[in-house]
């Protein structure tokens, strides 16, 4: 089975894919590990990826293609993708590299999740300056505001601002929302209400592939 994650940034993505694919029994890729386990690796292709995000540029997408269609060759029951595709283009592509090994996608999962539950969310997040040490709303050292080793005040990290959280969002809605369109007309997409507890929405994800 091969299965895409959608969903804006802090919907959980990551989390759920880890827990189906503990229930379907099929491994987790997202296209982070993916390019990191080639760069370790030192394979060809990860010495490529290596020379583009030591600059701090974006991996080109034909590089994450190439490694994904060495996945699919591996996981011959299948994985679900997290972090990829991103856009309308990369999704056409990922469909022609399975049809090539003659394999195609059967499910699309979109977390649905307000923009007001991913700010609340991802803005609840305090980081020791001195450590890096990441403290969340419900922790005691979030509470105080100071860092439980180094005792120093904690800061809201730029990227944790509620204003950056916004840009973010508004950037996964123009480029997915073709995507969404896209897995629609295909008869693959499934909306999944992303809001409650991973547990809570774990268990809508199961109810609805009727697992
Ligand atoms: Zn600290």
Known sequence: MYIV???PP???KGTQAKKLAEKLNIPHI???DILREAVKKGTPLG?????????????PDSIVLELLKNKIEEEKRGFILDGFPRNLQQAEELDRTLREKDKKLDLVLNLLVSEKAVVDRL????TCPKCGSVY???DASYERGVCESCGVRLYQRED???SVIKKRIKTYLESTHP?????KKRGVLRDIPGEGSPEEVFEKIVDSLGL
């Open 47 to 59: 010495r490529q990826a290596e020379s583009y995000m030591k600059e701090g540029k974006l991996v």
């Open 179 to 183: 995507l969404v369109d896209y897995y």
């Open 5 to 7: 994650m959608l969903g």
């Open 30 to 32: 997202s296209s982070g």
């Open 136 to 138: 969340r709303k419900g």
């Open 160 to 162: 944790d601002k509620p």
């Open 123 to 126: 803005s609840a997040r305090l």
């Open 10 to 12: 802090g919907a959980g």
